[in-house]
């Protein structure tokens, strides 16, 4: 695939398609740095510990019937899991176009946000709800 | 697997608005999916289990054995047999 620009990164939240109102996405999996560090070293060791996945969305808002809010909002009410899907591009998934699944719960949701003269956007930060966490498609 | 028509102006599950397809979405996600209008279900469409509720269910330490009346005969007999020794002694 090589360089590339992202021009068409694929946002699905809870089967829906909403890429047209995203305008970033960064998919986190952090790892805990566990110390493992014993006497008689001029050096700290880490181990690699738990595992945690975090996928942030910039969404432009939207109430229309069947949008942006219509789909977060219910899933933040209700606390419930639902699927999140991204890929670099919209095309189906590839080795080089690789799509990042998790099943997720939203445990913050700003529904309005924004100045005067501003578009209403906000940020979505959806967490790791599953011990699969963030797993990695290829076709 | 079921039928769904999306019925909404955004692509479903990447199934463009108006195409007819089959999948197997768990019954929370399709309840949210035809509630803000997206799809339609087809006729004869089965529920599918939610993955929460398909999790493994057996007791684990600490839970309270389910009754049963083959456990409550058992725990009878036992208490039989206690008495007994203790009758013995």
């Known amino acids: ?139 | 697997m079921n039928t769904y028509t999306v019925v909404g102006d955004k692509s479903v599950l990447g199934h463009e608005p108006g195409e007819t397809f089959q999948a197997d979405i768990p019954i929370a996600q399709e309840e949210r999916l035809i509630a803000r209008g997206a799809i339609e279900p087809g006729p004869g469409n089965t529920p599918l289990a939610d993955p929460d509720e398909s999790v493994d269910r057996s007791p684990r330490d600490g839970d309270e054995e389910p009754f049963s009346a083959e456990l409550a005969e058992r725990e009878n007999n036992d208490a039989g047999d206690d008495a007994g020794e203790r009758n013995e002694l």
């Open chain 1, 1 to 139: 695939m090589g360089k590339f620009v992202l021009k068409d990164a694929y946002v699905e939240v809870d089967g829906t398609d909403l890429s047209n109102f995203a305008s970033s996405v960064t998919v986190g999996q952090p790892a805990d740095e566990v110390e493992a560090t014993g006497f008689g070293s001029d050096y700290r060791e880490f181990l690699q510990g738990l595992k945690d996945g975090t996928i942030t969305v910039a969404f432009f808002q939207d109430f229309d019937a069947g949008s942006v809010h219509d789909t977060l909002n219910p899933v933040y009410q209700s606390g419930d899991t639902f699927p999140l899907v991204i890929r670099p591009t919209s095309a189906a998934a590839s080795a080089t176009n690789p799509e990042f699944q998790m099943t997720a719960r939203l445990f913050d949701y700003t529904p309005l946000a924004g100045g005067v003269g501003e578009a209403a956007t906000f940020d979505a930060a959806f967490r790791n709800a599953d011990q699969t966490g963030i797993v990695v498609a290829t076709s």
